[in-house]
């Protein structure tokens, strides 16, 4: 019985241990807690582009001011015989009268214009700059619109954009600095997109790294807006500076570059990649330039912790940007006949509208001339290459007018020349081969009203087949004006 007991108790304590820890054979099965892997990865989409456009039409080249630089003089200060001063009231800015035998009247700031922001040219603008923050190669195609009035005031027309500066002004390729002789009536405007060189620069600010009392820094608001700090942006000791908060001025577009800076950038305009705004319907024009944009890099914020239970949201809000990508910068430029009375014009002003359209998928673009700084014009450029196309619905039919479709001939070497037939999908009838319709200047036109009024009455009808001469085909379907 004794001998019993202790085995008993042997064969209890074993299995207590079993249950405290021991080794799981083969033949035990206990189930275990999940465990999720956060993928450490995060992605930041985002392009920079300028917030406006700035442009003059100055067919006759007179001096137009471009910017204007706040006059920094001390209060003991007489304002100098030879510079004009101009003051700003109401967002305009006029010459200021000033008594150059007494000093600069208080409250009161004044501006001065250098030489070089001035410009005497025919199509006066400003340089714009995109930049790249994101964690991808980015594509940025810029469409820039131009419209005018086309109300037919008795007396007035419109101004029509031609191809060439020649076609503007015909004086050869003397038209950049030149009279134009063209024909006396004709309102004939020449426009290109010019893209930028080799990198540009920028007014533009980057965060003081280091203390000197004779500094003198800014301060950033939420708007992103820069002002002096204090009165006279000094900091009085270094244990007052508080190293990332305050900013210093900078030419290079770097990590802390603001939308309205790349509004005006300094760039060298390249003769290479120009695209030339084409004449489309109701006397609009447009232009279409495309770039490809290297990638920006990130690196984790001071103090930032990743761990096992770093999420991607968490990793992204932790990211802070080290470099930015791709730089680019475009200009507009261009000519304007000055043998004519521009008072004629039906507008008193253009109207251009830039849209933006950024993407990620390089897969379906293709691209020629891109490179870099180094060895390759345009910087940081790759003109699309781009098939010929044209809208898919137009509204181009009305009683009494002739129809006038508008295509596109692509760009680089997948451009096409011409049309070589427009062909209706309901009778198979090629308008272009049988004499209803003719191709010219990227305008294929119906001028018979019967066939027009055919079109307008058979609604089922109104859909054409485009063959373009390198073999592109598109379907256009026609659609009558409001």
């Known amino acids: 019985m004794k001998k019993f007991n202790k085995f008993m108790a042997v064969a209890m304590s074993a299995a207590m241990l079993a249950t405290q820890g021991m080794p799981v054979f083969a033949s035990s099965f206990i189930g275990g807690e999940e465990g999720n892997a956060n993928l450490l990865a995060y992605d930041v989409t985002t392009v920079v582009v300028p917030t406006t456009l700035k442009v003059a039409l100055n067919p006759f080249r007179y001096t137009v001011n471009m910017r204007y630089t706040k006059d920094d003089h001390a209060a003991t200060d007489k304002p100098d015989a030879d510079t004009v001063y101009y003051t700003l009231s109401d967002g305009k800015y006029s010459v200021a009268e000033l008594d150059t035998t007494a000093v600069f009247p208080a409250d009161t700031d004044y501006y001065t214009v250098d030489a070089a922001d001035q410009s005497t040219a025919q199509i006066v603008s400003l340089n714009y700059g995109i930049v790249n923050k994101s964690t991808k190669d980015m594509i940025v195609t810029v469409d820039i619109g131009v419209t005018q009035n086309t109300d037919n005031t008795a007396g007035k027309k419109p101004i029509t954009f031609v191809g060439t500066g020649e076609e503007a002004t015909a004086v050869g390729s003397t038209y950049g600095t030149e009279d134009g002789t063209a024909e006396k009536d004709s309102l004939n405007m020449f426009l ?159 109207k251009f509208v830039p849209t933006y359209t950024i993407s990620d998928d390089a897969a379906n673009v293709q691209y020629n001339n891109e490179g870099n700084a180094a060895d390759t014009e345009p910087y940081n450029q790759a003109l699309l290459r781009r098939a010929p196309s044209a809208a898919a619905t137009q509204a181009v039919l009305k009683a009494g007018d002739p129809a006038v479709i508008t295509v596109n001939l692509g760009f680089g070497d997948l451009a096409a020349t011409g049309v070589t037939s427009f062909v209706n999908k309901t009778n198979g009838y090629d308008y272009i081969g049988t004499g209803m319709a003719t191709y010219a200047d990227g305008k294929i036109t119906i001028s018979g009203a019967a066939d027009i009024n055919y079109l307008i009455d058979t609604t089922d009808a109104r859909t054409f087949t485009i063959t373009f001469d390198e073999g592109t085909t598109v379907d256009v379907t026609l659609g009558e004006k409001s």
């Open 192 to 350: 290109k997109v010019q893209t930028a060189k080799a990198l540009p620069t920028a007014n533009t600010f980057k965060k003081a790294t280091t203390y000197n009392s004779s500094t003198v820094y800014y301060e950033r608001n939420e708007a992103g807006k820069y002002s002096i700090h204090g009165t006279d942006g000094k900091i009085d000791t270094e244990a007052n500076f508080k190293k990332g908060t305050y900013f210093v001025p900078d030419t290079v577009i770097g990590t802390e570059i603001q939308a309205y800076e790349l509004s005006d950038v300094t760039m060298e305009a390249s003769d290479k990649g120009e695209v030339v705004f084409e004449q489309g319907q109701d006397y609009k024009a447009k232009a279409t330039v495309g770039y490809k944009l290297s990638t920006a890099t990130y690196a984790p914020k001071k103090g930032t912790v990743i761990d096992f239970n770093t999420t991607q949201a968490d990793l992204k809000n932790a990211m802070e940007l080290t470099t930015i990508g791709g730089v680019t910068g475009f200009t507009l430029s261009g000519a304007m006949n000055t043998n004519t009375n521009w008072t004629m014009a039906n507008t008193t002003a253009l």
